[in-house]
């Protein structure tokens, strides 16, 4: 599997995770803490695109873009570190 992820711009706890399995699937996930009462929840929404032609892969396009996106969050990575404590 593998995995690349990136910090949102408005909080400090907010990030987004792409992950892609060995048959080629994609997973991304949202995750934050959120303070609404004073207290920390943590919230997290995940959904998955399936490789065409095993059992799924309904969004070919969309799987696309997913990769790209990945491709985009390992750059920003490289080249815009985020600083978080």
């Known amino acids: 599997m593998r995995k690349t ?3 949102e711009d408005m909080s400090p706890d907010g990030k987004l995770t792409v992950l892609i399995e060995d048959d080629g699937d994609i ?3 949202a995750t ?3 303070s ?3 207290g920390r929840l943590f919230r997290q929404a995940q959904v998955q695109f399936c490789t065409c032609g095993s059992g799924g892969g309904q969004s070919p396009e969309t ?3 997913l ?3 990945f491709d985009a969050i390992q750059r920003d990575n490289e080249t815009n570190k985020q600083h978080r404590t």
């Open 5 to 7: 992820e990136r910090f």
């Open 27 to 29: 997973i991304i996930e």
């Open 32 to 34: 934050t803490w959120t």
């Open 36 to 38: 609404p009462t004073g």
């Open 63 to 65: 799987r696309k873009a």
């Open 67 to 69: 990769l790209s996106l």
